[in-house]
């Protein structure tokens, strides 16, 4: 619109394009809900009050609120195309998102991060990018591609592009790494974001100094609180694998709670669909007693300010028409999504039809076919190092087991839940294998695999035999990545992840069905995990305490170093 327009518009000299009658508006600003109606023009909202429109809505009392805010998503973790993760999310009431892709930048390097700019223009979902500061995310790993700082200077003037994404590699910050530094340099007054788990002391103010100020790894209040002090912008996380959203809400006060945002990290869609996005927290958080209006402005103003988004993020004059009218505070149903001014979503599901990207990607899949003697682990002592899963997290404990031996190559041992574990270098068929065991899966037969293993995304494979884990393997390869869970040989459940091994071009529907199914059909192979591939696909993420494997071999992340198998 001409400024002069929306002056005119506004000031009543003519007619607004809709106008909301009798809404409750909840008023990020001023903290109270008002009775009133709000008046939109084109894309803009103009204004309180009685106004001529060429549309009215009697909105009959329901709440009107900002369209909600994701301040951090990786989308390929949805394992869906970008207009798919839109057809699930936008009905929920999220109108914006930041996503950071360092997933299929890890995989594609520069091309998949201008893939997910093609493939998120025209969409009924605002998707600002965070440039990938962690490709490779650390020394420890193969990855498909490097980014450097100059490479990340080719996009950071480009619409749509906030800043640096999260900062993972903090010991490279803690040692002044010339590489990691100039890439923290580039965003200049953008933002950039932080990912620093456990880290506290002088340790954490180093980190911060270097001008990063948002965190999202807090798993206790008392880590949040620390980081909360000293000037961090807190990312409340609830994620498919990471649940922190009950541990840190007690943490947020009338005081404080500007200071925080909500965001889903990585979200499956069979908890897109059984819980929810962004809404799901506020209703969490409503239930565990936080004002109705706090927990809105946390999803809204609150990341739109943090990521200086001045047109976001609230019902007031001048900000974008991005709305949701919902039933109550309690419930948070969302009934309407309003996008820039048009209806886009009702009753839980979209309204208006969505563009099929026009942009295309290589196979990503590329690895040196093994054989079972290639997973062969020959004993060299009894004790063995072992990644212990905790459930609902991506952090995991180190145990030290007795080796289960037979004719000197150590085994998995179902009757132990010890499984053996490896990774798959996949991008440029080197050859490279990590070989491990892990502990909480609970299979009891066969193996699941994935070519999704955070953030190099080499393949990762869990199996009680060798046999079916090559299986698993080759049949990953076949299709150009996916997920596979497989018994005696014979496939029991499959999805396909085409588009860089990462997502489906499948619609939303059909990727949560298949993903039912691979979860029912892990359990009938004895695993006691709800979400099991979510929770393999952390296994390979050397930044995450405390013990993971890689294509190179065990890593313990305090060490930030390779670590041998079996100990002396």
Request: proline letters at 5%.
């Amino acid at each position: 619109m001409d400024l002069k327009d929306i002056i005119w518009v506004a000031d009543g000299r003519e007619k607004a394009d809709l106008l909301l009658k009798n809404a409750e508006i909840v008023n990020v600003f001023s903290g109270e809900t008002i009775k009133d109606h709000v008046a939109i023009s084109k894309d803009k909202i103009v204004g309180f009050g009685k106004y001529s429109a060429h549309k009215t809505i009697d909105l009959e009392g329901k709440y009107l609120c900002p369209g909600l805010i994701d301040g951090h998503v990786h989308i390929e973790s949805s394992l869906l195309s970008v207009p798919e993760y839109a057809r699930a999310v936008v009905p929920l009431g999220t109108t914006t998102v930041i996503a950071d892709p360092h997933e299929i930048a890890n995989v594609l390097g520069l091309d998949g991060i201008r893939y997910i700019l093609a493939s998120s223009r025209n969409l009924p979902l605002d998707i600002y990018i965070m440039l990938p500061s962690c490709v490779p995310a650390t020394h420890l790993e193969t990855t498909g591609a490097r980014l450097s700082a100059s490479d990340l200077s080719l996009l950071i003037g480009e619409e749509r592009i906030l800043g640096v994404g999260e900062v993972m590699n903090f010991p490279s910050v803690l040692k002044g790494d010339p590489g990691t530094l100039e890439k923290i340099a580039i965003a200049g007054r953008r933002v950039v974001e932080g990912h620093a788990p456990g880290l506290s002391g002088k340790h954490l103010s180093a980190y911060i100094s270097a001008g990063i100020r948002s965190d999202h790894e807090c798993t206790s209040m008392e880590e949040a609180a620390e980081k909360l002090q000293k000037g961090m912008h807190i990312m409340i996380r609830e994620s498919s694998p990471a649940r922190n959203l009950k541990t840190l809400l007690p943490l947020v006060n009338a005081k404080n709670s500007r200071r925080f945002s909500f965001v889903s990290d990585d979200r499956h869609p069979i908890d897109l669909v059984e819980e929810g996005h962004i809404d799901y927290m506020i209703k969490t958080a409503v239930e565990m007693g936080v004002d109705p209006v706090v927990a809105i402005q946390i999803a809204t103003i609150n990341t739109a300010e943090y990521f200086k988004l001045g047109n976001i993020g609230a019902v007031a004059p001048g900000y974008q028409a991005d709305l949701i009218v919902f039933d109550t505070p309690s419930d948070f149903k969302v009934l309407k999504v309003i996008k820039r001014g048009t209806i886009v979503a009702e009753k839980g599901g979209l309204v208006i039809p969505l563009e099929a990207p026009d942009a295309h990607l290589r196979s990503s899949i590329n690895i040196a076919w093994p054989t079972t003697k290639d997973l062969s682990i020959e004993t060299k002592d009894d004790k063995i190092r072992v990644i212990e899963v905790i459930p609902d997290q991506i952090v995991t404990k180190e145990r030290i087991e007795e080796a289960t031996v037979r004719k000197g190559m150590a085994i998995a041992d179902p009757g132990r839940d010890l499984l053996k574990i490896a990774v798959l270098e996949r991008h440029l068929a080197s050859g490279n294998i990590g070989l491990g065991f892990v502990k909480g899966f609970g299979l009891k037969r066969g193996a699941i695999a994935s070519s999704v293993a955070h953030d190099s995304h080499n393949l990762v494979v869990v199996g009680t035999n060798d046999k079916d884990m090559i299986c698993a393997i080759e049949e990953i390869t076949k299709m150009k990545g996916g997920l596979v869970a497989v018994v005696d040989g014979k496939v029991l459940s499959a999805l396909t992840l085409e588009i860089a091994g990462l997502m489906s071009s499948e619609p939303f529907e059909r990727v949560e069905n298949r993903m039912r199914e691979l979860a029912s059909a892990a359990k009938e192979m004895g695993c006691r995990l709800d979400r099991p591939f979510m929770t393999l696909s952390f296994m390979a993420l050397p930044v995450i305490p405390e013990l993971k494997l890689t294509d190179k071999g065990l890593v313990d992340v305090a060490q930030f170093s390779i670590v041998p198998l079996f100990i002396e």
